[in-house]
């Protein structure tokens, strides 16, 4: 009888171990994963430039884009990355800013997809937009990236 209930508790105090160590791991991973968009967003807003541009582009090719080709920095119209996925061409606009983009980028984007004869224009930033940058690109149809897009990305 003893033995019984001795391997009893056993197995219970077994079991309540298992879950405890099942908790720490979780909370661990959690707290890695927090830590990690945390450092990463920083780290995104540390990049010079020329920098961010090609931190998209391979951004970019890591999810399926490809004849992703970042332009030449000075008379390059506007568009700094140029690229292809499905069958769709893209003309994008890199903006690392320390405040929100405006309504320039779209602008920018606008006729830098006309100049590359692409099919697509897009503005890409670490930032997010001013409302009249919203608005322009819906009646211009350039597609907005922001940092909530871009972190999404560089999660998957």
């Known amino acids: 009888m003893f033995s019984e209930l001795t391997i009893e508790w056993a197995i219970v105090l ?3 171990i298992c879950v405890v160590m099942i908790m720490v791991v979780v ?20 990049l010079e430039g020329l920098e961010f541009e090609y931190y998209c582009a391979d951004l970019l090719e890591y999810h399926g884009f ?3 080709e970042v332009t030449k920095g000075s008379g390059d ?38 100049y590359y004869d692409r ?15 919203v608005e322009a690109a819906k009646k211009l149809k350039i597609l907005l990236w922001d940092r909530g897009y871009i972190e999404s990305m560089m999660e998957e």
């Open 66 to 68: 490809v004849d992703v």
């Open 14 to 16: 077994g079991v309540c």
């Open 77 to 114: 119209y506007g568009i700094d990355i140029l690229a292809e996925k499905d069958g769709v061409t893209y003309a994008i606009q890199c903006k690392r800013y320390h405040d929100p983009v405006g309504v320039k980028a779209v602008q920018e984007a606008y006729a830098g997809r006309d």
């Open 27 to 46: 909370a661990a991973v959690m707290l890695c994963q927090q830590f990690r968009r945390h450092t990463k967003g920083r780290q995104l807003d540390e």
């Open 119 to 133: 099919m697509v224009g897009c503005v890409m930033t670490n930032q997010y937009f001013t409302q009249p940058a």
